[in-house]
Nanobody, 120 residues
Framework: QVQLVESGGGLVQAGGSLRLSCAAS????????MGWYRRAPGKQRELVAT???????NYVDSVKGRFTISRDNAKITVYLQMNSLKPEDTAVYYC??????????????WGQGTQVTVSS
């Protein structure tokens, strides 16, 4: 079994910062892409940022220059540093990972989500 556990969400004022973490555990041989998604109230889930195993990153336009995704392969953890937060960043944030197990099977895994609320 594989688990992704997020932490670091909370309530912050506009202009503030938060750092989300997502730690993977279980039967993991290798992790390919990791990413962060979010779902705001009444909206569809959207991709926020992704990072490949080699460290290449991609961001949705609305967070470019404010958010930074990174990963620590030794700790099997992905991070999302969020600066200059805006009320429109309020959402439940989910981490996701493409994980290869010891049987060479690739599967997508999701965390349980962590709430980020930005007050104006």
């Amino acid at each position: 079994q594989v688990q992704l556990v997020e932490s670091g969400g909370g309530l912050v004022q506009a202009g503030g910062s938060l750092r989300l973490s997502c730690a993977a555990s279980g039967s993991i041989f290798k992790i390919n892409n990791m990413g962060w998604y979010r779902r705001a109230p009444g909206k569809q889930r959207e991709l926020v940022a992704t990072i490949t195993s080699g460290g290449s990153t991609n961001y949705v336009d609305s967070v470019k220059g404010r958010f930074t995704i990174s990963r620590d392969n030794a700790k099997i953890t992905v991070y999302l540093q969020m600066n200059s937060l805006k009320p429109e960043d309020t959402a439940v944030y989910y981490c996701a990972a493409d994980i290869i197990n010891y049987y060479n099977i690739v599967s997508d895994y999701w965390g349980q989500g962590t709430q980020v609320t930005v007050s104006s």
